[in-house]
C-alpha cells in the first residue's frame, strides 16, 4: 500500500466521523439532507479508495510471491517478519523456520558470524550507516539450510509508518555468474599462460631455426617484386659477404654474381615473375663483396601473389653449397680415372703379354751372343724401350689405382734426400733447387715406386715452367702438418710436402683440367699427359690431399698432405743372397699364350730347371696328377679358358697342400685375386725382368 493512498483513507475517515457527528447534533430538528448525501459520497469514496487498495495488496502479493528474488522483511532490529517462495527455494528454509529470528543468525555463514553479527546489528541501530548503505547494491554471501554457501547480490530498502522501521532485503543468487566469472578469469589465465609458453616457443623457434641455418649453411630473404628490394637473415649477409650498407635490390644482386650467369639469372627471375610461376631455382658463383671470395650458392624461391593474382613478394633460401661443389668435381675426376682405369686394364692384359714375350725373347737373344758387346748394347736398348713400355702401362694403372700397390713403412724426409740425390741430374743447371726439409723424421705408409713417380712428376713439371724464365727457382718443403677436421682432410698429424716454382704459373681454366689423363698444355713430344693424373691417383692411394695454389705469371705450388703412419716398425725391403741358378727342379709353367709359354720354358731351362707346360687349368691339373711327388713349383697364369688359374691351384692344393705356387698375370692382381684364399703364394707381374722372376723362384722354392 502506498503511502499517498494510505494518508487519503485516513483523511476520507476523519472527514465520515465529522459528519456523523453534525447529523447526530440535527437529530432534534433540522435539514439533514445536506449531510446525508455529503456522508454518502465521502463513503462511496472510501470504498473506491478500499478497491484500489485491495487491488494494490493483491499486486503486491502477487509480485512478491512470484518473484525471481528472495524478499526478506525485517523490522528494526533484524529479526525475520517475511519470507516469500523464492526465499525458500534459494536457502531452503521453511518460513516458519526462521520467522521471529535475527537475520544474522540463519543468513550469514557460521564462518563469517562471528566477525559479522556486530556488523549487522551495529547498521540496524546507526541511522548514519543505514542511510548509507540503503538502496545501494552490494555482494554478500548467504548461507542455505545445509550449511553450504551462495553468493547474493542485495539491495536493503527501509520502510516507515505509524513510527516504525521495517527493512526489506532483496536478494539475487548470483552464484552461477560468480562461477562463470570465475571460469572466465581461468580462461584468461589459461589463454595468458598460453600466450606466454607460445611467445616463448617462438623465440626459441627462432633461435632454433637461426641454429638450423647455421648448420646448413642457408640464409633466408623476402623481396617485394614492385619496388625489387629485398632483406634478408643475418646468415643469408655471412653467406653473401655482405655489410648493412650494401645495395640489396635486384641490380646488387646480379653485381656480385659471375658475369657468366648475370644475364640467365635477370631472365629466369622475369620470366618467373610474368608467367606467374610459382617456384625458381638458381645456382650460381658470387664473388663476395666483402673479401673478394668465390663462393657457390644455389637460391630457392617462391612467389606469392596479391589479392589479385599478380606476384607480390618472391620469398626463399640461399645455401652456401661450395663444399658439395668442390666434391662433385672430385667424383666427376674419380670417375673419370675409373673410366680410363677399366680400359687400361682391358688393354694392360694382352699388352703385358706381348711385353712379356719379347723381354724374355730378349734375354734369350742376349744369352746367345754374350761375346758380341754392340749386338749386345742394341739388344739392352730394346730391353729398356720395352720396360719403358711396361712403366708406362703401370702408370695408367696407378693413375686409374687399379696397379699393384705394396706399403710399406718409411721416412720420407729420408726418401726425398735419395730421390732427389738420383734425379738431380735431370734439373738444369741453370735452376736454382732450394730445400727444406724436416730435422725430424716423418714416417707415412706407401708406396716407394709410387712416392717417387710423385715427385719425380712434381719436379718435371717445374722444370718445364721455367723455361724461358729469368733467376728460375725451385722451393722443395717437407716439414710436420697438424689439420683440423674440414670437407677436404680428416684431424690429425700429416706430412707435407710442398713444391713451388716462379715459373709461367696456370689459369683457372688449366687447373680446373690439370688432373684429367692426358690433358697437357705442353708442346707435341714433349708430354704424354699422364704425370699430374697418375700423380693424382698416386695421392688418392696413400690418402692424401692434393691442393694447387697458382696464377699466370706467378709461378705455382703444389701441396700434398701425407696422414703419417702409426706403425712404429719400419719394414725394409730384403734381398736374397740365395743363388738364382737352378738345380734341375721340376717346374709346371701353365699360360694359355702359346708363344709366352715356349718362351718362358726356354728362359726356365736356360736357368737350370726341367719345365712341364699346360696351355689351361685342366691340363695342368693333369699334368700335375701324374708329377705331383716331382714337381717342385708351379708358375700360374691368372686368366685362362677352361679352368682359370686360382681354380686350378685350388684342386692341386686339394691333392697336396704343400704346393708352391708362384701367379703371374697382365692384369691387376688385386683385381684378379679379389677375395681368393692364396694361402701365402708368391705374384709376380707381366712383363718381369728375368733376374727377378729367377730371384722370386730361387725364394719360393727355398
Not at 148 to 175: C, F, P, W
Not at 293 to 299: A, L, N, V
Not at 474 to 486: F, G, T, V, W
Not at 546 to 570: C, D, I, R
Request: hydrophobic share 40%.
Amino acid at each position: 500500500m502506498s503511502d499517498e493512498l494510505k494518508q487519503k483513507l485516513l483523511a476520507a475517515n476523519e472527514t465520515i466521523d465529522a459528519l456523523r457527528k453534525r447529523l447526530m447534533s440535527l437529530e432534534g430538528g433540522g435539514n439533514r439532507a445536506p449531510f446525508q448525501q455529503q456522508l454518502s459520497a465521502y463513503q462511496r469514496r472510501i470504498e473506491e479508495q478500499q478497491e484500489k487498495l485491495k487491488q494494490s495488496r493483491e499486486w503486491a502479493s502477487l509480485l512478491v510471491e512470484s518473484s525471481m528474488d528472495a524478499i526478506v522483511g525485517m523490522d528494526k532490529h533484524g529479526v525475520i517478519q517475511f519470507w516469500n517462495p523464492r526465499a525458500k527455494e534459494m536457502f531452503g528454509w521453511q518460513a516458519d523456520d526462521v520467522m521471529g529470528h535475527s537475520i544474522s543468525e540463519t543468513l550469514i555463514p557460521e564462518i563469517l558470524r562471528d566477525g559479522q553479527v556486530h556488523s549487522v546489528e551495529s547498521y540496524f541501530n546507526d541511522r548514519e550507516q543505514r542511510q548509507d548503505l540503503s538502496g545501494y547494491l552490494v555482494e554478500v554471501e548467504g548461507c542455505c539450510s545445509n550449511g553450504h554457501t551462495i553468493a547474493l547480490e542485495m539491495v536493503v530498502s527501509i520502510l516507515k509508518g505509524h513510527g516504525n522501521r521495517q527493512y526489506v532485503a532483496i536478494l539475487r543468487d548470483i552464484s552461477a555468474r560468480k562461477r562463470a566469472e570465475q571460469e572466465l578469469q581461468q580462461s584468461h589465465e589459461n589463454l595468458e599462460r598460453q600466450v606466454d609458453v607460445r611467445t616463448r616457443e617462438l623465440v626459441d623457434s627462432a633461435a632454433l631455426l637461426t641454429e638450423a641455418q647455421k648448420a646448413g649453411n642457408i640464409g633466408t630473404f623476402t623481396c617485394d617484386v614492385a619496388s625489387g628490394h629485398w632483406t634478408g637473415s643475418d646468415m643469408l649477409d655471412g653467406i653473401l659477404g655482405i655489410d648493412e650498407n650494401y645495395r640489396r635490390d635486384i641490380k646488387g644482386c646480379l653485381d656480385m654474381m659471375h658475369p657468366e650467369f648475370r644475364l640467365k639469372t635477370r631472365e629466369e627471375l622475369k620470366q618467373a615473375l610474368q608467367s606467374g610461376s610459382r617456384s625458381l631455382k638458381i645456382e650460381v658463383m658470387i664473388r663476395r663483396p666483402i673479401d673478394g671470395k668465390e663462393r657457390w650458392i644455389i637460391g630457392y624461391g617462391r612467389v606469392l601473389p596479391d589479392a589479385t593474382g599478380k606476384p607480390e613478394r618472391l620469398i626463399g633460401t640461399i645455401q652456401d653449397i661450395s663444399e658439395r661443389k668442390l666434391f662433385e668435381e672430385h667424383f666427376s675426376q674419380t670417375q673419370k680415372m675409373e673410366a680410363i682405369g677399366t680400359l687400361v686394364g682391358g688393354v694392360a692384359h694382352e699388352f703385358n703379354n706381348m711385353l712379356a714375350g719379347m723381354t724374355g725373347r730378349l734375354y734369350l737373344a742376349k744369352q746367345a751372343v754374350q761375346d758380341n758387346r754392340e749386338v749386345l748394347d742394341h739388344l739392352g736398348k730394346i730391353e729398356g724401350l720395352g720396360f719403358r713400355a711396361a712403366e708406362m702401362i703401370q702408370q695408367l694403372l696407378t693413375f686409374s689405382r687399379k696397379g699393384q700397390v705394396t706399403k710399406m713403412t718409411f721416412d720420407l724426409v729420408a726418401f726425398i734426400k735419395e730421390t732427389l740425390k738420383l734425379h738431380h741430374l735431370s734439373i738444369p743447371e741453370n735452376i736454382q733447387v732450394n730445400t727444406s726439409l724436416s730435422r725430424y723424421a716423418l714416417c707415412v705408409e706407401g708406396d716407394e715406386v709410387q712416392m717417387q713417380q710423385i715427385l719425380v712428376n712434381l719436379l718435371n713439371n717445374a722444370r718445364d715452367a721455367l723455361e724461358g724464365i729469368s733467376n728460375p727457382r725451385i722451393d722443395i718443403r717437407l716439414e710436420l702438418y697438424e689439420a683440423a677436421a674440414s670437407a677436404q682432410m680428416k684431424d690429425g698429424l700429416f706430412a707435407h710436402l710442398s713444391v713451388s716454382d716462379n715459373g709461367c704459373g696456370m689459369s683457372a681454366v688449366t687447373q680446373s683440367h690439370i688432373f684429367e689423363p692426358f690433358f697437357t698444355t705442353k708442346e707435341v713430344g714433349k708430354g704424354t699427359g699422364l704425370g699430374l693424373a697418375m700423380l693424382f691417383g698416386a695421392a688418392e692411394t696413400h690418402q692424401a690431399h692434393v691442393e694447387v695454389e697458382s696464377a699466370l705469371g706467378q709461378g705455382t705450388t703444389f701441396n700434398l698432405y701425407f696422414p703419417l703412419s702409426k706403425s712404429s716398425n719400419h719394414k725394409v725391403a730384403e734381398q736374397s743372397r740365395l743363388p738364382l741358378a737352378g738345380n734341375g727342379e721340376i717346374i709346371l709353367l701353365v699360360d694359355d699364350e702359346t708363344e709366352l709359354r715356349a718362351t718362358g720354358a726356354e728362359v726356365l731351362i736356360r736357368m737350370g730347371y726341367q719345365v712341364l707346360q699346360a696351355k689351361d687349368g685342366l691340363e695342368a691339373l693333369e699334368v700335375f696328377v701324374a708329377n705331383e711327388d716331382n714337381v717342385a713349383l708351379v708358375i700360374m697364369d691368372m686368366v685362362m679358358p677352361n679352368m682359370g688359374g686360382l681354380a686350378a691351384a685350388n684342386e692341386i692344393w686339394k691333392r697336396k697342400k704343400s704346393t708352391k705356387i708362384i701367379f703371374c698375370t697382365g692384369y691387376d692382381i688385386e683385381d684378379v685375386m679379389e677375395g681368393a684364399d692364396i694361402k701365402g703364394s708368391a705374384f709376380i707381374s707381366k712383363p718381369y725382368r728375368v733376374e727377378a722372376l729367377a730371384r722370386l723362384i730361387r725364394d719360393t722354392i727355398q
